[in-house]
């Protein structure tokens, strides 16, 4: 069923919803969990879809993993050693902000280097051993704090930006 609803796009899963209850199948608060959940499969329905159109090719994401992890996992520990920290230090649960800082700026870095693309982060998450939310929200607080030119997180940056030029 789960394959079946990532393949329908919003309005049709509504359709199917609606035809569905009046079956009686499921009551009505079955049909609002669905929707609610659905939400969540649209969400990767289109990133799905603007995959497929960045790369002119039907999107799996296991291929796209296999072909890209070298180059993600390579760009990573080169910046791990520009930073002078051990990357089981990069890639631990702790939360203190020497440690998450520079581990959300290398998510930011490698979604900048490798496109913003739900699949880029649940790569960089594979390989951090995180979630690909824990990586977006990581990449996301980077773009606002170099918006609001936090001097920690700009230093930050260009120490980076020197290893990949």
């Known amino acids: 069923m789960k394959r079946k609803l990532e393949t329908l796009c919003r309005p049709t899963l509504d359709v199917l919803l609606e035809s569905v209850y009046k079956k009686r199948c499921i009551n009505k608060n079955d049909i609002d969990r669905i929707r609610a959940a659905s ?88 390989i951090m051993k995180k979630d690909r939310g824990t990586v977006r929200h990581g990449a996301n607080t980077v773009k606002d704090l170099v918006e609001i030119k936090d001097k920690k997180t700009l230093s930050y940056i260009s120490i980076l930006e020197e290893s990949l030029a």
Request: net charge neutral; hydrophobic share 40%; aromatic share 12%.
């Open 39 to 126: 939400k969540d499969v649209a969400v990767k329905y289109a990133d799905i879809k603007l995959a497929e159109h960045q790369t002119g090719k039907a999107f799996d994401f296991e291929t796209f993993y296999k072909e890209n992890k070298d180059e993600i996992s390579k760009d990573l520990y080169e910046m791990i050693d520009k930073f002078g920290l051990e990357p089981e230090v990069i890639f631990s649960r702790k939360r203190v902000r020497e440690l998450a800082l520079p581990r959300q700026v290398l998510c930011y870095m490698i979604a900048e280097k490798h496109g913003y693309i739900e699949a880029v982060y649940k790569s960089i998450g594979r």
